[in-house]
């Protein structure tokens, strides 16, 4: 990375203290007199919960240079059809007789939410309203598949542009749709569609250059076999990882922190009785002294699900 990240972005298995690791950093950065924004576009609005405020769909300030934003897919859907709707319909309907609803059946495609959190984040930094963005992802690879679905894009965009060049050549030919194309004043769709695809340039130039990955694991096999699968991945994209959150450690064998521990969890399973009453089966399933690696592991938490079904 050559310049100062514009965008941290913690990823990792799920439950592994992604979303506050990045409300700390939020805090961190923003104390160092950052205009920091911490976003989430994760389904739940884990963000909010965290500073005890609603921060669903526009940001709220929660300390001196730091506002904090929980993303809806909805929120995410209604961005893209304002800002590419339009386009898309322009290019769709030069060649095809479709309705302005069709903005809204893309719209809903799988992915187009999870693409367009990408250029929203892209179009964030560029904002200038914030100095850094600080985006808590949705669990496991999520970040991964965006990226994918990035490259995917991109790989139809030159086929479109090659598609749609000759699909026009051809039409040319045909008076009468030509004369239909001259009713509805296209714009160029082969110039939307360049511009669409340098636009996914920019974004992946952004994402090696101005953002820094930040790992999150516990110290559990199964996290740190996520994590180092994520590292693969995102360096198969071109993006180096360097940076690495081990969070949950226990630094001390202190029977002190065990008992404090101990009885903040006793509170908890008091709430969760409480506040689940009408469950009719209530299992609970000791720590084991290490984290689950093998199938004996495992074996020893049957006798405890065999209630479930008993
Ligand atoms: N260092 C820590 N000490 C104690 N509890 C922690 C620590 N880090 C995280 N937790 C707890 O672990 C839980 C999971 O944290 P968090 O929600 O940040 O994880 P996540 O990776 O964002 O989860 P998800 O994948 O569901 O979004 C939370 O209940 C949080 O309170
Ligand atoms: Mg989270």
Redesign the pocket.
Known sequence: MNMSPKCYV?C????????????ALGLALASRGHRTLVI?T?V?S?IGD?FQVNAKSRPVEVAHNLQVLDLTREDIINLWKIRFGQEVYEVLSSFLPVEKDIVDYIANAPGIDELFAIYYIYDLARSGKYDIIVW?????AGTLHLLRLLKIFYTHLIEAESVYGKLLNFLMKARSLVDSLKRKEPRDPISLIKKWRSLIEEIELFLKNETEFIL?T?PEKLSITICKNIKKELESFGIKVRKLVI???VKELSEEIIRRKYESMLKTMRVIYSELPEVEVRVEIPALEHDICTVDDVRRLVPYVSRLVD
């Open positions: 913690t990792g298995k799920g439950g592994v203290g992604k979303t506050v690791c990045a409300c989430s994760d739940v884990p965290i808590d992802t949705a669990p496991g999150i516990t969070n949950q450690v």
